[in-house]
């Protein structure tokens, strides 16, 4: 699954530290989803996209 | 934000604590129930039966705290460790079994003791840890 969480956390100059405490993960995570290593669990997409004010489809696209 | 932060943070660590002081008293009623017998209380049968639901009483509530440490971690820790776990698993049995047909067949000149499958569970789940680690790095 693709995403846009590196792009957004430059665009509101957050690093990935204080994503991951926002949302109450660890800063691996929030690597390992940007690489697209991992893909997230729906509670924790719905806190990304409560974040940055966004749906969850504006944040995370299927690649299929 | 910031309290919320912390909460999950400090939960996550109260419970790896409880995690680790539960299976230290484990392991500690279990070297008591293993050599009390023969150097402390002399074949006492009662003392033993007692100390083997002590040992017992104590292993359930580790695998509570277990449980509650696991879901205390964020998603991918738990992957992590659930992948850990499965491997973990799979091997114990596979490895398990053959080893006891081993046994069974007297291809072997030992006994095959359980708690050579102890530490074959052990060194597994610690490797599948650091390899699972390594991958999300």
Redesign the interface.
Known sequence: MKNRIKVLRAEQNITQAELA??V???R??I???EKG??D??LP?AFKIARLFNLKIEDIFQDEE | MEAKQNNWHSELKKNTKALAVWTFLWVFTLAFVAFGPKFIWNENKIITIVMIIINTLVGVGMIWINRKHLNSQDPLQRKISMDAMAITLGITLIVGISYSMLDITNLISFNAEISHLVFVMGITYLIAMLIGNARYK
């Open positions: 405490n926002r109450e993960v660890s691996q995570t690597n390992a989803i290593k991992f997230p669990s924790l």
